[in-house]
């Protein structure tokens, strides 16, 4: 038994290498970072130790301005890109002719690169001098003003971002939920229709306790994924995200590391710390609720 268990832990040691060299040694080392005052990386010193990056991460309206654009980002884009996926796996679930040929179709976007997409969105709703575009083209048509949703004003612009996030991450949700939606045992809907329940009471009380991990599990990623966005912005509104007031948390990580106003680890630290810090107390949450409302 003792060779046994030798061979196990043997075969886990490259595993255990390499996400301690990967995964934590870096979650320390940015943690010390955060820490150190006036950090310079050339050559490794630093003026002091102490809670002064945090405070000047949390004054520096740049960083503010991120945290409001992320917490709209995940409050918008995770309730609604799961409620529309819900929606669509429903739907791909009743139907029997053609469901292969749907699901392919809802997936593609999931497997399209981020930038071409990102420059379709541009051009739908992009203004010029030349064109409204495609959107503003569309909305015209019901006596609206043309928008410009690229360069205009704050909430057209995150209009479209959530719009462009949730087309993205609507995919895979849509292949994750259909999937949950085939395994639920169909003995429990032959039961229920037996018994001349209603479809409503049908979903409520079968389908959605069945596949409710499934849900738990999107909910959750999708918030880290969220809170983690940063490829999406640039795809639509380009590097410059400050002066577009479109910068995330990890925009900001990267321009502090390595942007106009880079050179400063230990800000980027700081900030990484503090996503770290959300993203964390948001699961914890989410799994304190999951014990009363997930069924396993």
């Given at each position: 038994?003792e060779?046994n268990n030798?061979k196990?832990?043997?075969y886990?040691?490259?595993?255990?290498?390499?996400?301690?060299v990967?995964?934590?040694?870096?979650l320390i080392?940015?943690?010390?970072?955060?820490?150190?005052?006036?950090f310079n990386f050339a050559?490794?010193s630093?003026t002091g130790?102490?809670?002064?990056n945090?405070?000047?991460v949390?004054?520096d309206?740049?960083?503010?301005?991120?945290?409001?654009?992320?917490?709209?980002?995940?409050?918008i884009t995770v309730?609604?890109?799961?409620?529309?996926?819900?929606?669509?796996?429903l739907g791909l679930?009743?139907?029997?002719a053609?469901?292969k040929?749907?699901?392919?179709i809802y997936?593609?976007?999931?497997?399209t690169?981020t930038?071409a997409?990102?420059?379709?969105?541009?051009?739908l709703?992009?203004?010029?001098e030349?064109?409204d575009?495609l959107?503003?083209t569309?909305l015209?048509?019901?006596?609206?003003e043309p928008?410009?949703?690229?360069?205009g004003?704050y909430w057209a612009?995150?209009?479209?971002?959530s719009?462009?996030?949730i087309?993205i991450?609507?995919?895979?949700?849509?292949?994750?939920?259909?999937?949950a939606?085939?395994?639920?045992n169909q003995?429990?809907y032959?039961?229920a229709?037996v018994?001349g329940?209603?479809?409503?009471r049908i979903?409520?009380?079968?389908?959605?306790?069945m596949?409710?991990p499934?849900l738990?599990?999107?909910?959750?990623?999708?918030f880290?994924?969220?809170?983690?966005?940063?490829?999406d912005?640039v795809?639509?509104f380009g590097?410059?995200?400050n002066v577009?007031?479109m910068n995330?948390?990890?925009g900001?990580?990267?321009?502090?590391?390595?942007g106009?106003s880079?050179g400063?680890?230990?800000?980027?630290?700081?900030?990484?710390?503090?996503?770290f810090l959300?993203v964390?107390?948001i699961?914890?949450?989410?799994?304190?609720i999951?014990?009363?409302?997930?069924?396993?």
């Amino acid at each position: 038994m003792e060779k046994n268990n030798l061979k196990g832990w043997l075969y886990l040691l490259p595993a255990f290498l390499f996400l301690g060299v990967f995964l934590v040694y870096p979650l320390i080392d940015v943690f010390i970072y955060s820490f150190e005052e006036n950090f310079n990386f050339a050559s490794q010193s630093y003026t002091g130790v102490g809670f002064y990056n945090y405070l000047y991460v949390l004054r520096d309206p740049y960083f503010l301005q991120a945290l409001k654009n992320t917490f709209i980002l995940v409050l918008i884009t995770v309730p609604l890109s799961t409620l529309l996926a819900l929606v669509i796996s429903l739907g791909l679930n009743s139907i029997k002719a053609l469901r292969k040929l749907f699901q392919t179709i809802y997936f593609l976007p999931y497997v399209t690169n981020t930038l071409a997409v990102g420059m379709v969105f541009m051009i739908l709703f992009a203004k010029t001098e030349y064109t409204d575009g495609l959107v503003n083209t569309f909305l015209g048509f019901f006596g609206m003003e043309p928008i410009d949703f690229i360069n205009g004003p704050y909430w057209a612009k995150m209009l479209v971002l959530s719009i462009y996030t949730i087309w993205i991450v609507l995919p895979f949700k849509i292949l994750i939920l259909t999937s949950a939606l085939a395994s639920v045992n169909q003995e429990y809907y032959n039961a229920a229709m037996v018994d001349g329940t209603r479809k409503f009471r049908i979903f409520s009380r079968i389908t959605l306790p069945m596949i409710s991990p499934m849900l738990f599990y999107l909910i959750i990623t999708g918030f880290i994924g969220a809170f983690k966005a940063y490829s999406d912005a640039v795809a639509i509104f380009g590097t410059e995200l400050n002066v577009a007031e479109m910068n995330t948390i990890v925009g900001y990580v990267y321009d502090m590391l390595y942007g106009d106003s880079g050179g400063y680890p230990s800000y980027a630290s700081a900030a990484a710390v503090i996503l770290f810090l959300i993203v964390l107390t948001i699961t914890c949450v989410n799994l304190f609720i999951s014990r009363k409302k997930v069924h396993y």
